[in-house]
């Protein structure tokens, strides 16, 4: 073997290193957020969203990018689910604000930036996240006529596929009366607790095997002059300014979406990027060409590119903001130190946390197996109209007894049939 090869070999090492060495960094807060996710999904059901999403009033605003937290951090199901919403009667505003929480105001997404790149980063998240959805309001009643509001609702009942229809159509959420508790501690609840967790991994994992792959091969090949050059290091004040617009781009052609784009965010702040420019770039996740292209089925394109201009505007507009918030008090860090460039994995609390929260994936994966998820996992992609109308219904007697269903001629688990209601 050449010089060449082995050099070649040791590069890719490098690389897969580095992404797996962070992989296992984050592993627990994963399932941490997913888990935490899935309690809430389980008790709140997406057909009361709608009800309080009507106008584009602040309030309003402030419930949709709530409930949009409490929701699916998958970017692809957000954006199904808003669409979803829109044609329920839903307003617009009110969709995207609850798109703009499902991705970035996400537990999950918090956690695994402050492991990555510590809390501060998370603080930025949570206050840059209000800031975008604010701006995006007035920059719709400035420039989004009710017009073009009007043809993208007729586009958008033509019910046209993106992607992960299915999932965001599927409500997996425990019915009935009792306490938060009760549902959540009922076999009932257990199940669809299980089937939340399980999906919402389902939906998120292609993109954050891309963006640990990516994060890695970027963090090990490309040299940190390059990115002290693109990101203006050397002039402070030329960063500042510079770091909010490029971000997003970078995000844009990245294709990399949802929580995948976080460990190349700690790359690109490894490499010079503003602070303001690591928000903005975390937001841009709503504009990847994949999604862009999703938007022009969605809603067609004049609205596509009024998305884009106004998402873009709020997205730097948010960074602008988030740089001189945490900058004149301080807390942007002053050391560039971010966990995805560091190499190995040692017995510490990081991995009994793995472990533990290993084992609580493992009694939750066995969970959605017994009581139907495969035929819920073959769903995922479904026509939205097809789903639209159904939710997910866990058995009684599965829910009990786990495996002991008969199985229907089809080959899908009995009693585990889409319907309208948990009985």
Not at 7 to 25: C, K, P, R, V
Not at 92 to 109: D, H, R
Not at 258 to 274: M, T
Request: with cysteine; proline share 4%.
């Amino acid at each position: 073997m050449g010089y060449l090869e082995v050099a070649g070999m040791s590069e890719i090492g490098h690389a897969l290193a580095l992404a797996g060495s962070m992989t296992w960094e984050i592993l627990w807060a994963l399932i941490l957020g997913f888990a935490l996710s899935a309690v809430v999904q389980a008790v709140v059901r997406k057909s009361m969203i709608v009800r309080v999403m009507g106008d584009d009033r602040p309030r309003t605003l402030a419930v949709a990018s709530l409930l949009g937290a409490a929701s699916s951090s998958c970017s692809y199901a957000a954006v199904a689910l808003a669409r979803s919403l829109f044609r329920k009667g839903a307003n617009f505003t009110a969709a995207m604000a609850f798109e703009i929480g499902s991705t970035n105001l996400v537990v999950e997404l918090g956690i695994i930036m402050a492991l990555l790149m510590g809390w501060q980063f998370t603080a930025a998240e949570f206050v840059g996240g209000p800031i975008m959805i604010v701006l995006l309001a007035v920059l719709f009643r400035l420039f989004v006529r009710k017009r073009l509001i009007a043809k993208a609702r007729e586009q958008a009942q033509k019910g046209l596929a993106g992607s992960m229809e299915g999932h965001a159509a599927m409500d997996m959420s425990v019915g009935g009366d009792g306490s938060f508790w009760r549902r959540l501690l009922s076999p009932k609840g257990f199940t669809s607790v299980s089937h939340v967790f399980v999906m919402e991994w389902a939906a998120i994992l292609r993109d954050l095997v891309i963006g640990l792959l990516i994060a890695g091969a970027v963090g090990a090949w490309v040299p940190e002059s390059w990115w002290r050059a693109l990101f203006f290091t050397d002039h402070p004040l030329g960063s500042a300014l510079w770091g909010p617009i490029i971000g997003p781009v970078v995000a844009i052609l990245s294709f990399v979406c949802s929580i995948g784009n976080v460990p190349l965010a700690a790359v690109l702040w490894d490499g010079g990027i503003s602070f303001g420019g690591v928000v903005a770039f975390i937001f841009a996740d709503l504009l990847i060409l994949p999604i862009l292209n999703i938007y022009r089925k969605y809603y067609g394109t004049r609205m596509t590119l009024a998305l884009l201009g106004t998402f873009y505007a709020a997205m730097v507009g948010a960074g602008y903001l988030v740089e001189l918030i945490f900058g004149s008090t301080g807390l942007i860090p002053a050391q560039r130190s971010a966990t995805v460039m560091r190499e190995g994995i040692s017995w510490n609390y990081t991995t009994w946390l793995d472990i533990a929260f290993l084992i609580l994936a493992a009694v939750l994966l066995v969970r959605f197996f017994r009581t139907g998820g495969r035929a819920m996992l073959r769903m995922m992609g479904g026509a939205p109209d097809a789903m639209a109308d159904h939710s997910h219904s866990p058995h009684p007697d599965r829910a009990h007894h786990g495996s002991g269903a008969e199985r229907q001629p089809d080959g899908h688990d009995q009693g585990h049939q889409p319907r309208h209601d948990h009985g």
